[in-house]
């Protein structure tokens, strides 16, 4: 297959928004995993991800007519993915006892969270011992591989704070007294 065969996005969503079907499905089969996985990276609940990526390509698909294409149509998703999140969580009485609920539904059948080993349930405590700006901006570079400039995009702020926020989630997490806060 040569590149013709793979339009760019910028194609897709200017068909996708005319009303072509196979466009916005080139485009759902495109993203659905990445944003699943960004959605499971912030709730660490399988049936959470996927609730939350069904709305927001429910939300994409409504509101793709009115894309401006002023961003990339990635950054675009992933900041309707972050206010999917961000709704999401708020709706938890207490967010830092989200692992416990699904690992529990998980032992009663409920649900099917994958088993992680210890270092990466440490790790997972560790990003979500992180004030919450800190934390978004940890995610989309270090989990989703965004650039500096992309999350940037997403969390409406410049490059620059981008690059500020992790250097002050490595200073949170060097804290010695970190361990006893959380």
Same mark, same amino acid.
């Given at each position: 297959? #040569? #590149?013709? %065969?793979?339009?760019d996005?910028?194609?897709?969503?200017?068909? +996708?928004a005319?009303?072509?079907? +196979?466009?916005?499905?080139c485009l759902? %089969?495109?993203?659905?995993?990445? @944003?699943?996985?960004?959605?499971?990276?912030?709730?660490?609940?399988?049936?959470? $991800?996927?609730?939350?990526?069904? $709305?927001?390509? @429910?939300?994409?698909?409504?509101? /793709?007519p009115?894309?401006?294409h002023?961003?990339?149509?990635?950054?675009?998703?992933?900041k309707?993915?972050?206010?999917?999140?961000? #709704?999401? /969580?708020?709706?938890?009485?207490?967010?830092?006892?989200? @692992?416990? @609920?699904?690992?529990?539904? !998980?032992? %009663?059948g409920?649900?099917? !969270?994958?088993?992680?080993? %210890?270092? /990466?349930?440490? *790790?997972?405590?560790?990003?979500?011992? /992180?004030?919450?700006?800190?934390?978004e901006?940890?995610?989309?570079?270090? $989990?989703?591989?965004?650039?500096?400039?992309? *999350? *940037?995009?997403?969390?409406?702020? $410049?490059?620059?704070?981008?690059?500020?926020?992790?250097?002050? *989630?490595?200073?949170?997490?060097r804290?010695?007294?970190?361990?006893?806060?959380?």
């Amino acid at each position: 297959m #040569d #590149d013709s %065969d793979f339009p760019d996005d910028g194609v897709l969503v200017r068909k +996708a928004a005319g009303g072509c079907e +196979a466009s916005f499905r080139c485009l759902f %089969d495109r993203y659905y995993e990445e @944003i699943r996985n960004f959605a499971y990276q912030r709730c660490h609940c399988v049936d959470s $991800a996927g609730d939350i990526t069904q $709305a927001v390509f @429910i939300k994409v698909a409504s509101s /793709l007519p009115r894309f401006r294409h002023q961003s990339s149509f990635r950054s675009w998703l992933y900041k309707i993915a972050l206010n999917q999140i961000r #709704d999401h /969580l708020r709706g938890r009485i207490r967010y830092n006892r989200k @692992i416990e @609920i699904c690992e529990r539904e !998980a032992a %009663d059948g409920g649900g099917s !969270a994958p088993q992680a080993p %210890d270092a /990466l349930l440490r *790790a997972i405590e560790l990003v979500e011992s /992180l004030p919450e700006s800190l934390r978004e901006a940890v995610v989309l570079v270090c $989990a989703q591989g965004l650039s500096h400039g992309e *999350a *940037a995009v997403i969390l409406g702020c $410049a490059e620059g704070t981008v690059s500020w926020k992790l250097s002050e *989630a490595r200073r949170f997490l060097r804290r010695p007294e970190r361990s006893t806060e959380s």
